[in-house]
């Protein structure tokens, strides 16, 4: 993969994770239940920028990236990224908490009783798959709570004191639903003019 590679604590972390997922998929596994044909052991993905090697040619900087990959092609080579020992010192592996949604009180203490029970039967559960499950594959309802834990037991431990709480759990969203508006679209590949793509 030639990457745009911003050389940012920003940029880079966004970057390389969009690439991750894209390739890898989040939790390794598919909507279906399959794993996904490629693994990140058997199957490494190289990931470069030609901007470590001539800096930031602004304009063209996609066609640096072009000629970069054709002369690897041509000469079978994968090219060093110059200049790097280490990943960033603040880069950041992708997580998610635990997030827990439901109509009412009753009804999420329900549910945190019954992942509690579930995960108590179940303890080679992966916790990452679930974290992202729950993040991103559940319907959001009008109360939400959610969870931070290192391991297995600390989550059981936190799911079964909110289950048992006295006090309410979690806290009510917004009940309004409205479609999101877009404000703009940066295609990231510098200023354009009107017609562009029109002028040769």
């Not at 995960?119 to 916790?127: F, M």
Request: net charge neutral.
């Amino acid at each position: 993969i030639e990457s745009h590679g911003t050389g940012t604590l920003a940029g880079d972390p966004v970057e390389a994770e969009a690439i991750s997922d894209a390739f890898f998929g989040i939790g390794n596994g598919n909507d279906d239940g399959s794993e996904n044909k490629r693994s990140i052991s058997d199957s490494p993905l190289h990931v470069g920028s030609i901007k470590t090697v001539a800096g930031h040619t602004e304009g063209t900087a996609e066609l640096a990236g072009i000629i970069k990959l054709s002369l690897a092609l041509q000469n079978k080579t994968i090219p060093p990224n110059m200049l790097f020992d280490s990943l960033m010192p603040r880069q950041e592996l992708p997580w998610f908490p635990f997030v827990f949604s439901a109509g009412s009180q009753r009804s999420m203490k329900n549910i945190l009783r019954n992942y509690s029970s579930h995960l108590k039967e179940n303890k080679d559960t992966s916790l990452s798959n679930l974290a992202w499950t729950l993040h991103s594959r559940k319907t959001l309802l009008g109360l939400g709570a959610s969870f931070a834990a290192a391991g297995m037991d600390q989550l059981i431990t936190k799911l079964d004191a909110a289950s048992e709480s006295p006090n309410d759990v979690g806290t009510h969203g917004s009940s309004v639903k409205r479609q999101p508006k877009i404000l703009a679209v940066f295609s990231g590949h510098g200023a354009q003019g009107i017609r562009a793509s029109g002028r040769a």
